[in-house]
């Protein structure tokens, strides 16, 4: 192939190979860089960079959205109530996202030339991106400059290239790869889902979680919440099956997709939740750069150093998603979004993704050993429940509280034993919890069996009836005496205490035969407890006291009496 004249368009900022690699500027070319401006720098439109809207905070796992870069880019006068096509490409890290992106810059900067690809000694420029097997993009990333572009049908659009935070690193949660994720599949009208040799079924089950906790944040919403999915295979290396570019995707990803009777209903429901979350659904097969793409760490993306088929597929795979008549417009519940919708829009999902609404993604290790560890507490609980049933259960007589006790504490080591034998994934420390989860219930389980207990005993039935026609005795024996030495108010007082339990002996009968105003009946007889507890029993304890106190002296006494009068009688003997 011969070379294409092709004009530099942005700055050498991306290259970042092991050894640094320096070009002289073009007169018109733009200021080199080597970093992302920072989120308190002012945003210079003027100097088309990569600009970070979503900022990754690694300390707590949190997202922050930089608000007044992304509305200086998207709230430009001249684009501001255009409709906005916004592409982004998200996979796992260290494969090619930025990349490729690049190769997309160069198609919106030169998209009128045949030979828009570039130069075959010219660098790779734009978003920044390196070799090597530590990440390089965190958060979201937004081309700062906003392309807009002709349709066929003579509207005009706003294009906006969108990179993301690769997944499945060492420094992210599963939940900071799925808010990113999500966050980029809710913004974009095309999402190009990038993955390494081919679609494996790990790649889809993480699909369908991301996009179930994108769908979660998005308000209710009765048809497909996301747009179109383009599936990305790099490195194919099968064309002998499936040829490379978009008709061979086709195919394989049909095959891929395909729902089967005699598959497993958790394959099933997969392919089921993927083709209900997307209007359209593509894949492109793309082959391998090359060996030199791969393994020389000087590479800076310059086309004679990459391989002719990756180059052709290249040439078919960017047109296809950013050529105008290929252009996808970003719609949200059926009605297209401007630029400055798209600013309200981000604003509000990262607010849902800050807050605690949402439930937080887990690993498939974690899921399963929280369901692992969740049924051997449940078995323990049942194991514990019934042993208790066997002893004051519904039909059982009332026992002793102290044997009652002793059978709680006999039943509660079984059910711990039984949830220590169970085998359980997750290791020592995250089974403790759970055990302590487990000892926690069965206290309260054992509560509710205390006070079962304890209405089958008579008396403590016939407490609060005893209690208020207790009070009701006294205050007539005192309002008596008081009216009778003249102390008419304290009489007074004592009648109006009578006639409240009275009325409340009446209310608690009442409740009790009906079953009616139960939240009634509750309160008298926590009052009546209270007052048992607080006044009758300590007077009770205090005579009895008293009174056995006085039966030994008296006892002690007589003792002593009676052998000095024996004595006596000896005496006179």
Not at 52 to 57: G, T
Not at 453 to 459: A, E
Request: charge should be negative; charged fraction near 25%; glycine fraction near 6%.
């Amino acid at each position: 192939m011969t070379d294409c004249i092709f004009k530099p368009y942005i700055p050498v900022i991306s290259a970042r190979p092991g050894k640094h690699y320096e070009e002289e500027e073009e007169e018109d070319a733009l200021p080199d860089s080597d970093a992302l401006p920072d989120s308190d720098d002012e945003v210079d439109l003027d100097k088309p960079r990569p600009i970070q809207i979503v900022l990754a905070h690694e300390d707590d796992h949190n997202f922050e959205l930089d608000e007044e870069a992304l509305e200086k880019i998207l709230l430009q006068e001249h684009i501001k109530d255009l409709n906005i096509v916004v592409v982004s490409v998200a996979g796992a890290f260290r494969k090619g996202k930025s990349f490729l992106l690049d190769f997309m810059l160069r198609y919106m900067y030169n998209r009128t030339s045949p030979c828009w690809i570039g130069g075959n000694t010219e660098p790779l420029t734009g978003f920044t991106w390196r070799g090597g097997c530590e990440r390089e993009t965190t958060g979201i990333q937004i081309w700062s400059e906003v392309f807009v572009i002709d349709k066929p049908n003579g509207t005009k659009v706003a294009v906006l290239l969108m990179d993301t935070q690769g997944a499945f690193d060492s420094q992210s949660t599963i939940k900071d790869c799925a808010t990113v994720f999500a966050l980029s599949t809710m913004t974009s009208s095309v999402q190009v889902y990038n993955l390494s040799q081919n679609i494996q079924e790990d790649d889809l089950q993480h699909l369908q979680l991301f996009t179930e906790y994108g769908r979660l944040a998005m308000e209710e919403i009765y048809q497909k919440p996301f747009q179109t999915l383009m599936f990305l295979i790099r490195d194919w290396s099968y064309p002998y099956e499936h040829a490379y570019g978009l008709e061979g995707g086709k195919k394989f990803l049909e095959k891929r997709l395909q729902v089967k009777q005699n598959q497993h209903e958790e394959l099933q429901n997969v392919r089921k939740h993927i083709h209900s979350c997307f209007s359209n659904l593509g894949c492109f097969l793309l082959p391998h750069p090359g060996l030199k793409v791969a393994t020389n760490p000087n590479f800076d993306g310059r086309l004679n150093d990459i391989d002719e088929d990756f180059k052709k597929e290249l040439r078919s795979l960017v047109p296809l998603l950013l050529a105008p008549e290929n252009l996808v417009e970003k719609e949200i519940s059926g009605s297209k979004v401007t630029c400055r919708d798209l600013v309200e829009y981000f604003k509000a999902y990262i607010k849902i993704y800050q807050g605690e609404e949402l439930p937080h993604p887990k690993s498939m290790l974690q899921a399963t050993a929280e369901a692992n560890n969740l049924a051997a507490v449940a078995g323990a609980k049942d194991l514990y429940s019934k042993g208790m049933e066997q002893v004051c259960g519904g039909d059982k007589p009332y026992i002793a509280p102290s044997d009652l006790e002793r059978k709680h504490q006999d039943f509660r080591e079984s059910a711990v034993r039984q949830f220590r034998s169970v085998k359980k994934m997750g290791g020592e420390e995250f089974c403790r919890r759970y055990q302590e989860q487990l000892e926690v219930e069965i206290d309260e389980i054992y509560a509710n069996f205390v006070k079962h207990n304890d209405g089958k005993n008579i008396f403590y039935a016939a407490r609060t009836p005893a209690t208020l026609f207790a009070v009701m005795f006294a205050m007539y024996i005192t309002s008596g005496l008081t009216g009778f030495l003249g102390m008419n108010s304290i009489a007074t007082l004592c009648n109006l205490v009578l006639g409240m339990a009275l009325i409340s002996f009446c209310t608690w009968a009442y409740v009790k035969y009906s079953g009616e105003f139960r939240e009634v009946g509750t309160a008298i007889d926590q009052i009546a407890e209270a007052i048992w507890e607080q006044v009758l029993k300590p007077m009770s304890d205090n005579l009895m006291e008293d009174h056995m106190r006085q039966s030994v002296k008296n006892s002690i006494k007589a003792g002593l009496t009676e052998q000095v009068s024996h004595h006596a009688r000896l005496k006179t003997d």
